[in-house]
C-alpha cells in the first residue's frame, strides 16, 4: 500500500500520539502528561505517515523563540514527537519526514530549527549540531560545604505552593532568558510544564514543592522546584532531594536556594540535573568530586536560513571571514558566505565568490552558533579546516561566548 504524508487533521491526534507512544517504547504516559502536549501540539506543524488507516511515521514542531548570543530571541522550530513504526524501519520515511519539515520551516520563516535527540547519532545526518550541554550533579551533602557569597544571609526564603508562585517564578525565568543562550522564551500554554507533576513521575519522592528568594521588599528574585525522596537503611535516613529548576537573578539568591536544598532534614544527596554546565554551585561546593559533576548532549541546532541565522546573533570579537559551507540536506545553503561584524554590533552574512578562508559543514556551524562549541575545538577534531591562516582564531573568538548556552528543559 502507498503510504501518505499529511498534516495532522484534528480527530487524529490520540491515534498519533499513540503511535508515538509505541515507538518510544511501548510505556504509556500519564493522563496529566498525554493532555498537556494535547493542548500544546499544533496540528498544522504536526506531520503524520499513514499505512492505510495505521499512523506509522510521526514529526511535529513548536513555535519557539530561542535566545541567542547578544540577547535577542529568534523564531525557531522545536523538532520534536519524531518517530517510525518498527514495521516500517528503512524504507524512508524519517527521511522524507525531515526533508518535508525543513522546507516547511524554511517557508514559514524560521532561521532555526532545534531539538533534543533520544539518539543523537540520528540527526547528524540532516545537518543538527550539537550546541549546549547539560550538566548533572549528585552532591554528598555529608562531606561537601558550601561555600556562599556576602549578601546570602540576607536573602528570604519562603516555601510557597507551585502553583501559586507561578507568576513570581515565570517572571525570574523571563528576565534571565536574554542572558542566556539556548534558553525558550515561554510561549502560552508552556508555562504548565514545569509544574508537571503526576505520580508516575515521581519515582516514590514527595509532590513537587517550591521555595522562592526574596529581597527586604518582598520581590522574588530567585526560586527552585524539588522533590524529597526518603529512604532508610539500618543506619538510618537516606533520603534524596531531586532538584527539577533552579533560578535566580543573582548570586546571593542562588547560594541561598543552594544552601536550602542542602539543608533538608533527613536527606544527605542533592541531586540536580539539565542545569548549565556553567552553574555557579560548581564553585560554590567544597568538593567537587564528591559533587559528581557530569554532562551530556542537550540541545542540536540546525541552520534553516543560514545567512538569517548568522545576521541575528552578534560576536564576542570582530571578525570578517568567508566559510565554505556544505549542506546536501538544505542545498540553497551551501556555498561561500562571507561574515562580517564588529564586536557586540550588527552583523552582515552575503554569498560572495571570494576565496574561502575557512570550511565546514552546516553541523558544524549548527554546533558552534549559540557560542558554546568552539570552532578551534571543532577543527581540532578535523571537522573544520583552516584556508587562510589565523582565520580559524579570529572567527572562533567571534563565535564565542561569554557564558555556556542552556536549555532548561526539554519538549
Known amino acids: 500500500m502507498t503510504l501518505e504524508m499529511r498534516a495532522l487533521k484534528a480527530d487524529e491526534w490520540d491515534v498519533w500520539y499513540d503511535h508515538l507512544e ?63 513504526s518498527p514495521t516500517h524501519r528503512r524504507r524512508g520515511v524519517l527521511t522524507s519526514l525531515m526533508r518535508r519539515q525543513l522546507d516547511d520551516v524554511r517557508a514559514g520563516g524560521e532561521p532555526l530549527a532545534v531539538l533534543t535527540a533520544s539518539d543523537p ?17 549528585d552532591i554528598d551533602t555529608t562531606r561537601v560545604r558550601l561555600s556562599v557569597p556576602p549578601g546570602t544571609d540576607g536573602v528570604r526564603l519562603r516555601l510557597v505552593d507551585p502553583q501559586r508562585a507561578l507568576a513570581d517564578c515565570e517572571r525570574v525565568y523571563a528576565a534571565l532568558v536574554p542572558t542566556r543562550p539556548g534558553m525558550t522564551a515561554r510561549q502560552p500554554g508552556w508555562e504548565r510544564l514545569p509544574l508537571l507533576d503526576p505520580d508516575a513521575m515521581r519515582g516514590g519522592g514527595s509532590p513537587l514543592k517550591c521555595v522562592v528568594a526574596e529581597r527586604e521588599d518582598g520581590e522574588v528574585v530567585g526560586y527552585a522546584r524539588y522533590r524529597v525522596k526518603p529512604d532508610w537503611d539500618p543506619a538510618g535516613s537516606d533520603g534524596k532531594v531531586e532538584v527539577r529548576d533552579l533560578d535566580a537573578l543573582d548570586p546571593a539568591a542562588c547560594a541561598a536556594l543552594w544552601r536550602y536544598l542542602f539543608s533538608i532534614d533527613l536527606t544527605w544527596t542533592v541531586r540536580a540535573q539539565r542545569r548549565p554546565v556553567d552553574d555557579p554551585v560548581l564553585h560554590l561546593v567544597s568538593d567537587i568530586r564528591r559533587s559528581r ?14 545567512a538569517a541565522a548568522l545576521e541575528a546573533r552578534t560576536y564576542g570579537a570582530p571578525v570578517d571571514v568567508v566559510v565554505e559551507v556544505q549542506d546536501a540536506f538544505c542545498p540553497w545553503n551551501e556555498g561561500r558566505w562571507r561574515l562580517v561584524a ?9 554569498r560572495t565568490a571570494e576565496p574561502a578562508d575557512l570550511e565546514l559543514s552546516v553541523r558544524e556551524l549548527g554546533s558552534a552558533y549559540l557560542g558554546g562549541i568552539t570552532l578551534t575545538s571543532l577543527a581540532g577534531a578535523g571537522l573544520v579546516r583552516e584556508l587562510r591562516p589565523g582565520a580559524l582564531t579570529e572567527a572562533s573568538r567571534a563565535f564565542a561566548g561569554d557564558v555556556a548556552p542552556w536549555l532548561p528543559h526539554g519538549f
Open 121 to 137: 547519532a540520528i540527526y547528524g545526518r540532516f545537518g543538527y549540531g550539537t550546541a549546549t550541554y547539560a550538566l548533572a550533579v
Open 22 to 84: 509505541l515507538a518510544f517504547g511501548g510505556v504509556p504516559e500519564s493522563p496529566e502528561e498525554r493532555e498537556l502536549y494535547r493542548s500544546l501540539t499544533e496540528a498544522e506543524r504536526s506531520l503524520g505517515v499513514w499505512d492505510g488507516d495505521t499512523c506509522v511515521g510521526a514529526a511535529g514542531a513548536f513555535t519557539f523563540r530561542v535566545s541567542v548570543p547578544g540577547g535577542a530571541t529568534v523564531p525557531a522550530a522545536g523538532v520534536t514527537m519524531v518517530g517510525v
Open 293 to 306: 559533576p557530569r554532562t551530556r548532549d542537550s540541545l542540536h541546532v540546525r541552520l534553516v536560513d543560514l
Open 342 to 350: 564588529e564586536a557586540g554590533g550588527a552583523a552582515r552574512c552575503t
